[in-house]
Each structure stands twice: as structure tokens, then as C-alpha cells.
């Protein structure tokens, strides 16, 4: 499972590959392949952009670039210069499958991101102009030289000025024999049953609160164990640790369906999906990752179950109010006196709307829900700890080469004072972990 930094590390070594050989046809096999990559450029910044208006010049360029220039017929892409867009696409597909996380981030880790991506595209931008001055042919590449030192500033900035909680977000897998991927398809698998109120099945219903249950114990087990070996902070993995285990109970509870209750019907792919979630739980999927790795997997295993647990409980609820529900009753003895009654039969009706026994399913189902939900903020915020630095260096900008913070105005927040640009310096240094060598 791959992560916004290995997607990260990768452009930056695809970036810095990027060299003249010497190829007469090398420039317009560049020019070609910017025009991929400066399309998926545009999307993931984009994306990042709460703001996109207030920077049209950029975007401008990067548009220019998408629609290309004149180039010699026949010739084909630079396979380099493609990778790396296929990479920088991948990127964008990881933000954008993630909008919640990337919102909650706050534009100072999205700024910072930004100028990751913005660094990648300046390296790879310089090499295209190297390629044409060496082809003596400085024309054509003119408007990617443009694009060099638009983000010029973006490459001066050391690497531990560009480091952002959003690198820990992951790539996944959607593959049964990856937890993550499991629990991805399980979403696929369920909401056509759970949205559909005509496909809706207890067995199904049970099913989803049963595995939901066994998520959040496999997670708690997990955090536990990372507070205790420090892999991430250990006082919000211990709370992390303990909102899983009381969602965990919370979902047993909801799973645990009196006897005389029932709905009928099949929903064999719901059973299929929730088998492989469990299967990967329990089996080598799991077991095989590092303990770095299980935490990873799992945040992201829990925000996809939060959403299934969200559609089981409205579902649940909708079967409640509506008189979905069968409840049985024991038939009256109709045995002569004296006749030995040998078992007990039932008779099966609708269960009413205000039946206790509806009420009491309803309410441990949205109970289990709720319990869920905060403990997947919490999960996130543990292993994507965006609010944690909110009180911490805000968007970065280099001026007359030196770095600062907080040079936007934040309306509504107090002023302490002028700080030196070196205090700037310290004071992002002591909230952020060393950089990468990218």
C-alpha cells in the first residue's frame, strides 16, 4: 500500500532522472508528454486549491501546456516524462479520493503539499529547458521555461519547508487479499442492499454490525499496540485504542438480534464481501504488514466501515418506522387437555412501528454508528494528525530567501507581535519532523 510520500519520493526521482541525451527529436518527445503531465498537474493542485481564481496566470500555463504546441508528426512521447505524469495522475487520485481528510488538513499542510508537487514540476521543467538549449532550439519550450519559474520559489524551499501531514494519506488496493481493499468492496457490495429497501436482509443487517464489530476490535488491538511501541503518539493511540473497543461492543450489541426477530431474503455478494473482510482480518493480509503498515491499512479500513455503518443503521431504522420487520408470537395451544406439547410453534406478523423490541434495535444501531464515527475521527487524527499542528507554523512562503510562516493574514486571530524571520524558522522546525531528500 502505497503513500502520498512514496508517490512524492517518486516524482522526485522521475524529476531528477530527467536528462539531454543528445536525441534530435528528444525536445519534441518532452513537449509531447508535458501535455499529460501538465493536465494531471493542474487536477491534483487544483484540488488542493481552496482558492483556484487567485492564481489564473499558473493554471493558464499549465492549460497552455495541456493543449501543446507544434511538434514534428510521428514522433512519440518521452517515456519518462510520461511516467512521471502517471505518477503525479496517481497523486491525484489519492486527493481526491480523499476530499474529508484533505479538507479537515487546513491549508497550511495543502500549501505545503502544493509545493511538493510544484518542486517536482519546476526540476522536471529545467530539464525541458536544458534539452532545448542544447537543441539550440530555445523557442519551443519557451512556455514550459515559464512554468520553471513560476515554481521556482517552490524549488528553494527545503525539504522539511514542504513536509505535510497529508503524505501519510494511502494508496489502495482494491483487492480482496488487502485489508483495505477488502473493506473498500465490502462498500460496493453493500450499498446496493442497504440503499435498496427491497433487497434488504436481517442475515445481511447482522452480518454488517458482526464484521463492523470485528473491525473496530482488530483496530483497537492494533493501536494498543502501537501506543506501546511508539509508532505513533502514544496518549492519542491509547484513545484511539479505547473509542474502538467501545465501538467494537457497541456493534456486537447491535448485531445480537433477538431469536423471534427476522427478515428474509438472500444477499449472496454481502456475504461473499463480508467473508473476505474477515478473512483478511484474521488471515495473512494483516498479519504480514508491519505494525507501521496494520495502522495505515486499518485507518483507512475504518473510514470506509464508518460509512457502512451509517447505511446499516439507516436502514435499520427504515425497516423500524415502516413495519419491515417480522416478529413472532407463540400460537396458542390448541392440544386437547391432557396432551403432552411436544414444542412450541410460532406465528410470524409484521412487527408494528413503536414495537420496544424495534425501538431497542433502531437505537443500539445508531448508538453502534455514532460510537463508530468518533472513533474514526479519532483514528484519523492520531495517524493524520491535521488539528494537532493547527496551533503550529501556517503557510510557508519564501521571502528575500528566507523562510517564513504565517505571512497571510488569519482574520480574527490575535497579534503577538513581529517575529523574526530565523524565529519563523525555529518555530516550524520544532513543529515538523526532518525532511526527505527529494
Known amino acids: 500500500m502505497a503513500t502520498v510520500d512514496d508517490l512524492l519520493r517518486r516524482m522526485h526521482r522521475q524529476a531528477a532522472a530527467l536528462r539531454p541525451d543528445g536525441n534530435a527529436g528528444q525536445l519534441d518527445a518532452h513537449l509531447i ?12 493542485l487544483e484540488a488542493l486549491d481552496p482558492r483556484p481564481e487567485g492564481h489564473p496566470d499558473f493554471y493558464a500555463l499549465l492549460q497552455s501546456v495541456r493543449r501543446g504546441g507544434p511538434t514534428q508528426a510521428g514522433t512519440a512521447a518521452d517515456p519518462s516524462v510520461t511516467a512521471l505524469a502517471l505518477t503525479v495522475g496517481a497523486l491525484g487520485d489519492v486527493v481526491a479520493g480523499s476530499p474529508r481528510v484533505v479538507a479537515a488538513a487546513g491549508q497550511a499542510q495543502r500549501a505545503r503539499l502544493q509545493a511538493s508537487i510544484r518542486a517536482a514540476l519546476h526540476a522536471a521543467a529545467r530539464s525541458t529547458v536544458d534539452i532545448a538549449r542544447a537543441a539550440g532550439n530555445e523557442r519551443p519550450g519557451a512556455i514550459v521555461w515559464k512554468i520553471a519559474e513560476a515554481t521556482e520559489l517552490d524549488a528553494l524551499l527545503p525539504p522539511q519547508a514542504r513536509v ?28 446496493p442492499i442497504f440503499t435498496n429497501y427491497h433487497l434488504i436482509t436481517g442475515i445481511a443487517l447482522q452480518d454488517a454490525a458482526a464484521t463492523l464489530a470485528l473491525v473496530s476490535r482488530a483496530t483497537a488491538d492494533t493501536m494498543y499496540d502501537a501506543a506501546r511501541r511508539r509508532v505513533i503518539e502514544p496518549d492519542a493511540s491509547r484513545e484511539t485504542a479505547r473509542l474502538m473497543g467501545i465501538a467494537s461492543k457497541a456493534w456486537r450489541e447491535a448485531a445480537a438480534w433477538p431469536a423471534t426477530v427476522q427478515l428474509g431474503g438472500r444477499a449472496y455478494g454481502h456475504h461473499r464481501a463480508v467473508r473476505a473482510v474477515r478473512d483478511a482480518l484474521t488471515g495473512p493480509p494483516l498479519a504480514r504488514l508491519t505494525l507501521r503498515e496494520k495502522v495505515h491499512a486499518l485507518r483507512f479500513a475504518v473510514s470506509a466501515a464508518a460509512t457502512i455503518g451509517e447505511m446499516q443503521a439507516r436502514a435499520v431504522t427504515w425497516l423500524v418506522n415502516r413495519g419491515g420487520l417480522w416478529i413472532a408470537h407463540e400460537r396458542p395451544n390448541l ?14 406478523e409484521t412487527m408494528p412501528f413503536d414495537h420496544p423490541v424495534g425501538i431497542l434495535l433502531s437505537d443500539r444501531a445508531h448508538q453502534a454508528r455514532l460510537a463508530l464515527e468518533d472513533a474514526a475521527k479519532a483514528i484519523n487524527q492520531a495517524v493524520l494528525p491535521a488539528a494537532a499542528v493547527a496551533d503550529g507554523a501556517g503557510p510557508i512562503a519564501l521571502v528575500d530567501n528566507r523562510i517564513v510562516t504565517d505571512r497571510w493574514e488569519t482574520v480574527g486571530s490575535k497579534n503577538t507581535g513581529p517575529r523574526r524571520p530565523e524565529e519563523d524558522t525555529q518555530r516550524m522546525a520544532d513543529h515538523h519532523r526532518l525532511g526527505i531528500s527529494r
Request: net charge positive.
Open 335 to 348: 392440544r386437547p387437555p391432557g396432551v403432552e406439547r411436544r414444542h412450541v410453534k410460532l406465528d410470524w
Open 33 to 44: 508528454a508535458w501535455g499529460s503531465l501538465a493536465a494531471n498537474a493542474r487536477r491534483v
Open 164 to 191: 505535510s501531514t497529508l503524505e501519510r494519506l494511502a494508496v489502495t488496493r482494491l483487492s480482496a487479499d488487502t485489508v483495505d481493499g477488502a473493506v473498500q468492496l465490502w462498500v460496493g457490495a453493500a450499498e
